[in-house]
């Protein structure tokens, strides 16, 4: 299985400063044909279930503001927000979808500092 | 409106069995593939299984393979999750999810809690 790993674990930015998490496949999920990274970001909230943000790593999901950014490739990926907002509270996650057993990051809880 | 709606859960005992269910609606359930996800209390997003439009291709997480079964009935727009040999570490929020246009988890649905539990 392609294992995903996270940094950090949990994060506290303050309110108008940029976030950033990270999130390293164990292997490739990069697809040679079409040159598309199956990477994808989600964000959950308490209570809530888990809303797509980013897909094939850095496209960006309709309606998902665009202070949210996705980029790397290969097996390095980040998340950034550009400018916290305090409805940005919330558990971030990767997830690989190059295998036919899509596995997840381990979650990044992001917090006001 | 894309709408999953899931349903089943409940308190079982260990080595019991459950199904849940999920019915979808604004979308034409029948052209896409969907998943089931699973959140254990205060933990993390757990892919459990995959079920292929035409329900010709499914695939399992290690954790479940061989006690979990994933269905779809396209005439009813329903997924399912048949689940057997119950353990107390399958005590999850489960959600079902639809996939995108590729095989993110475009669409979610608000989840059903299965407590495993003597």
């Known amino acids: 299985d392609i294992v995903m790993t996270q940094s950090p674990d949990s994060l506290a930015v303050s309110l108008g400063e940029r976030a950033t998490i990270n999130c390293k496949s164990s292997?490739?999920?990069?697809?040679?044909?079409?040159?598309?990274?199956?990477l994808a970001w989600y964000q959950q909230k308490p209570g809530q279930p888990p809303k797509l943000l980013i897909y094939w790593a850095s496209t960006r999901e309709s309606g998902v503001p665009d202070r949210f950014s996705g980029s790397g490739s290969g097996t390095d990926f980040t998340l950034t927000i550009s400018s916290l907002q305090a409805e940005d509270v919330a558990v971030y996650y990767c997830q690989q979808y190059y295998s036919t057993l899509y596995t997840f990051g381990q979650g990044t809880k992001l917090e006001i500092k | 409106e894309v709408q999953l709606v899931e349903s089943g859960g409940g308190l079982v005992q260990p080595g019991g069995s459950l199904r849940l269910s999920c019915v979808a609606s604004?979308?034409?359930?029948?052209?896409?593939?969907m998943n089931w996800v699973r959140q254990a209390p205060g933990k993390g997003l757990e892919w459990l299984s995959y079920?292929?439009?035409?329900?010709?291709?499914?695939y399992y997480a290690d954790s479940v393979r061989g006690r979990f079964t994933i269905s779809r009935d396209n005439a009813k727009n329903s997924l399912y999750l048949q689940m057997d040999s119950l353990r107390d570490e399958d005590t999850a929020v489960y959600y079902c999810a639809k996939e995108g246009s590729a095989s993110y988890l475009h669409h979610w649905g608000q989840g059903t809690l299965v407590t495993v539990s003597s």
């Open positions: 292997q490739s999920v990069l697809y040679s044909s079409n040159n598309k990274d199956y």
């Open positions: 079920i292929s439009s035409s329900s010709s291709s499914r």
């Open positions: 604004g979308f034409p359930f029948s052209s896409y593939s």
